[in-house]
């Protein structure tokens, strides 16, 4: 076991014991009536994590949930970065705004309270102690999360192992525990503004480079997921009559690349994720080692090929499983280790089927 791993597993223990002592410490939940669904017209869903590409995958609940309620309020306590996701989802009434820290939380809980919720949704695999803390204050009348039997601040649960289900399979059992009937329609929803079209089109019209287009969205949310610039300019010599374009922020390429210049059929687009994503659906091919890119990519139906660490087994388990991608658009290549180090030549063979 390397120490990244021993150091996700011990904040993950820590998480779950200060989790099961608030649990103890804040009680029960108020007293309510039996759940109804045609009482439901107020709901809160908490998608604090602040993770892209966690509330692109959400719209799949949203969606359901404004369908199964469809006079309801949704709204949706977001982080400042995902809010950019959630407030283009036409399921989505108000956001507000809460970071994962206690103190943000209980003042994000106070002002909610006057509300009076119907329905409070937490669908992370356990609740923090900030979260319950939240709960408390908020007191909803009805409160949903999964695997709950030990947060009695949860008056509304059901059994599912969350490790081995795919994130879709997730909010469906969710949705049908409350109510939901028919078939679930598990796409992925983002709306993409005219403006951002506009400004990807300007971008494609000054190229010059010819060639098919190849996408690389370098940078994983952790350095322990990224490509190397190494991996990136060996696979622009295996093609080297192809356009690359590299995506993100301008300051994080710039380290990325660390004084390396770019090849003469090398380009960096750094505006924003909804003028890239309109870049990346004109491209023969997308190359990303990011979940949020993937995401994308579904919901798009992207060409792309998507790089996760893992080994190639069945069934899958972990975040393989609840967040391998299910479009058929998407390929997804298994590493045993870190993106950085898989070689040029599985990469480039990857791309190279894409292409055909």
Not at 59 to 75: Q, Y
Not at 135 to 144: E, Y
Not at 278 to 296: E, G, I, K, M
Request: charged share 20%; net charge positive; with cysteine.
């Amino acid at each position: 076991m390397t120490f990244r791993e021993w150091n996700n597993r011990k904040n993950n223990w820590l998480r779950a014991q200060k989790g099961e002592w608030a649990a103890k410490l804040l009680g029960r939940a108020p007293m309510s009536d039996a759940y109804n669904p045609q009482k439901v017209q107020k709901i809160l869903l908490l998608r604090n994590d602040n993770k892209l590409g966690d509330a692109l995958v959400s719209s799949v609940l949203l969606r359901g949930l404004k369908a199964l309620f469809p006079t309801a309020d949704i709204d949706v306590v977001a982080g400042k970065s995902n809010a950019t996701i959630l407030r283009n989802n036409p399921a989505v009434s108000t956001l507000y705004f809460a970071t994962e820290g206690l103190v943000s939380l209980i003042s994000c809980g106070l002002k909610l309270r006057g509300k009076q919720y119907d329905l409070y949704l937490d669908l992370d695999e356990k609740p923090t102690l900030a979260s319950l803390a939240f709960l408390k204050v908020l007191q909803p009348r009805w409160s949903f999360g999964f695997n709950r039997q030990q947060y009695p601040l949860y008056n509304l649960t059901t059994t599912m192992d969350l490790s081995v289900c795919h994130i879709t399979a997730r909010y469906e059992a969710c949705l049908r525990f409350l109510g939901y009937q028919g078939k679930l329609d598990t796409s992925y929803e983002i709306k993409l503004s005219e403006s951002a079209k506009v400004a990807a089109g300007q971008f494609l019209s000054t190229l010059q480079c010819g060639g098919r287009l190849i996408v690389v969205n370098p940078l994983a949310a952790s350095r322990h997921r990224s490509f190397s610039a190494e991996q990136i300019f060996g696979l622009a010599t295996v093609f080297p009559n192809d356009t690359f374009v590299l995506l993100g922020q301008e300051s994080k390429l710039r380290k990325w690349l660390n004084g390396r210049a770019l090849l003469p059929r090398m380009v960096t687009f750094t505006s924003g994720i909804f003028e890239s994503a309109v870049l990346a659906q004109q491209a023969n091919v997308l190359l990303t080692p990011d979940t949020f890119w993937v995401h994308l990519a579904c919901a798009l139906h992207i060409s792309t090929v998507a790089v996760y660490q893992g080994k190639e087994e069945f069934p899958y388990k972990g975040n393989i499983a609840v967040w391998r991608p299910l479009d058929p658009a998407v390929k997804m290549l298994l590493w045993p280790g870190e993106q950085k180090d898989v070689p040029v030549y599985m990469l480039a063979q990857a791309l190279q089927e894409k292409l055909n």
